[in-house]
């Protein structure tokens, strides 16, 4: 009785994930990206399939009917990729030497972040650092004795994160982590 109460579970899962549109994926997307304090995984295929699907050329009828949803999701796309950029730009040294970070990124993203990093160390090299003592001409250090790079802001991974379950749980305990 039990292996058939699990397969109707994972049936209804199933029917479930089939039944959720792009724009709902990218709206889960969206709100995952918008509560985490760090970067999460670019969703890479969910951003072509909505490009595509925005973009495919539909009969103009189709399309006045359909352009609320149309904007709603274009609405949505940009949202998240504005997130994204936002917090390149705050932690892109952090996601620069973190590697796990950096592969979470596209391909456009990280030759974004590259960029702002070389636009800001050559900002920083013409404006202040070329002006002071050698021991000072670091931009993530405080000085040369220093080991780590103590002047790179990272995400605070101790912050609240709201999540809601798609079911009832019933008790549920997280890990100490």
């Known amino acids: 009785m039990d292996s058939g109460s699990g397969e109707g579970s994972m049936m209804d ?3 479930s994930l089939i039944s959720t549109t792009d724009a709902e994926l990218l709206k889960r997307s969206w709100r995952n990206e918008k509560a ?15 490009e595509e699907s ?11 009917l359909y352009q609320m949803d149309l904007d709603r999701t274009q609405f949505l796309l940009r949202s998240y990729i504005r997130i994204r950029l936002q917090k390149i730009e705050k932690y892109m040294a952090h996601i620069h030497k973190t590697t796990e970070l950096w592969n979470r990124l596209s391909k456009q993203e990280q030759k ?4 702002c990093i070389e636009d800001l160390k050559e900002h920083f090299e013409k404006s202040v650092l070329s002006k002071l003592p050698d021991c000072y001409k670091f931009s993530l250090k405080q000085s040369v004795i220093r080991e780590e790079d103590d002047m790179v802001p990272e995400p605070q991974l101790d912050t609240y994160v709201i999540c809601r379950a798609k079911r009832s749980l019933g008790a549920f305990q997280f890990d100490d982590r």
């Open 36 to 50: 985490a304090p760090e970067i999460l995984q670019f969703e890479l295929s969910l951003e072509e399939t909505v």
């Open 54 to 64: 925005m973009t495919s050329g539909v009969d103009p009828l189709t399309v006045s």
């Open 13 to 15: 899962d199933y029917e």
């Open 112 to 115: 974004y972040a590259q960029r």
